[in-house]
């Protein structure tokens, strides 16, 4: 022995420590080196994953932006279309409106027409009547004067032949 305390065998020690060394350089190049090759294509394919996503996300906040724009204006299309047809709606219905004031002028001037017509034939038939109610009388009072007078007439002879 070698005359260290405790027994400790320096060539033990050397020994192991070669085992060591070989055990970690073989460890190194068959687990490390693959490993670490493997981890860094990782690392790669999520930064390339990474990568992708963040250009996803511009792209839909473009085409969101895009979105918001076409809705504007489809909004704006919307409301020009809605004033367009309320004005639309509003000449058609003073269109119609007109038309219907016309159509009620015509109607009353007609009314009115046949009621002046009528009104008319009414006073000519009356006038007719009230002609032919004057005749009726002037040829009863025509014939009361004719009677009283032939009467008188009758009785004037009767009288100038009585004197006579």
């Known amino acids: ?13 050397l020994l192991h420590l070669l085992n060591f060394t070989i055990l970690f350089a073989g460890l190194y190049f068959i ?10 294509s990782r690392e790669e394919y999520f ?21 918001e724009n076409r809705l504007k204006a489809a909004d704006s299309e919307i ?7 309320g004005k639309e709606t509003f000449a058609e219905r003073e269109r119609i409106i007109t038309a219907a004031n016309e159509e009620a002028a015509t109607i009353l001037k007609k009314a009115r ?15 007719k009547e ?7 009388a ?15 007439f009758l009785n004037a002879s009767k009288k100038v032949e009585d004197d006579e």
Do not use: C
């Open 138 to 152: 002037t040829e009863k009072i025509v014939l009361r004067s004719d009677l009283d007078t032939y009467d008188e």
């Open 47 to 67: 930064k390339k994953l990474d990568d992708e996503a963040k250009g996803l996300v511009e792209e839909s906040e473009k085409a969101k932006a895009e979105f």
């Open 1 to 13: 022995m070698n005359g260290l305390p405790l027994n400790i065998d320096i060539q033990q020690i």
């Open 113 to 127: 027409d046949k009621a002046q017509s009528e009104h008319d034939r009414i006073i000519n038939d009356a006038q």
């Open 79 to 85: 409301n020009a279309k809605k004033e367009a047809a």
């Open 31 to 40: 687990l490390y080196k693959p490993v670490r090759k493997f981890m860094d």
């Open 130 to 136: 009230i002609a032919q109610i004057v005749n009726e």
